[in-house]
């Protein structure tokens, strides 16, 4: 009796995402043992810092990149997004990627916005000066700042005299509201900190409040 066409292109279906799925495993394996860790990336060579050109601007977001370069085409990232002017350290991640992926990565970045290139020293001072803002005010940087912050082996923060602009341009902390940011947590936090008139806000209208994501952390307390 001949096989049924529809249950013989099944069960080939099945073997080959099988096949696939082995091969995906076999690929998660050498990347794992293959890849250095962050740990060890951040001995490797400063190869260069990214720095938003705006960053002096304390309203807007501060992008920070560090790369380390690695043996093999291998580049370590330390990526920072930082809100100088209330909730510090919004978002981080470090990874070791390949020279083509990190070039992609980079020329991308620089799509979105104006990049410059910067000192080690001055971005450390950036992130550290605005970690403490944050925090005075009830703020704990990204989960992931740790993991990030390995790139930055061999800065020297108090090395920089550049002064580091925090809070809005009125002197007050000034938190401006963004997609994924529980609004109403965020405001509480504030009017605690410095009451309800010591800082400035601007939240879009008209939309419907998103889930809280983890863009921002909290004191426990809160």
Not at 77 to 92: E, H, P, Y
Not at 96 to 122: C, F, H, P, T
Not at 210 to 222: K, L, Y
Request: include cysteine.
């Amino acid at each position: 009796m001949a096989q049924d066409p529809r249950k013989r292109q099944q069960k080939l279906q099945r073997k080959a995402a099988k096949r696939k799925q082995k091969r995906t495993q076999v690929a998660q394996l050498v990347h794992q043992f293959t890849t250095p860790s962050l740990n060890k990336a951040k001995t490797w060579p400063l190869r260069e810092v990214w720095l938003s050109k705006a960053w002096r601007d304390s309203e807007s977001l501060t992008q920070i990149v560090v790369a380390r370069q690695g043996p093999g085409g291998l580049v370590a990232i330390g990526n920072f997004l930082v809100d100088q002017g209330s909730l510090g350290v919004k978002n981080a991640f470090g990874r070791v990627v390949n020279e083509s992926d990190y070039k992609e990565y980079v020329k991308g970045m620089r799509e979105r916005q104006a990049l410059i290139k910067s000192d080690l020293d001055l971005v450390a001072k950036i992130i550290r000066e605005a970690i403490a803002y944050a925090k005075a005010l009830g703020f704990q940087p990204n989960k992931d700042t740790g993991q990030a912050m390995q790139m930055l082996g061999g800065a020297d923060p108090d090395a920089c005299s550049v002064t580091i602009p925090l809070g809005g341009k009125d002197g007050r902390p000034f938190y401006f509201g963004g997609p994924y940011d529980n609004y109403d947590r965020i405001i509480r936090t504030l009017t605690k900190a410095v009451g309800p008139d010591g800082f400035t806000y601007v939240v879009p209208l008209g939309e419907d409040q998103p889930e809280w994501g983890d863009s921002v952390e909290f004191d426990e307390d809160e």
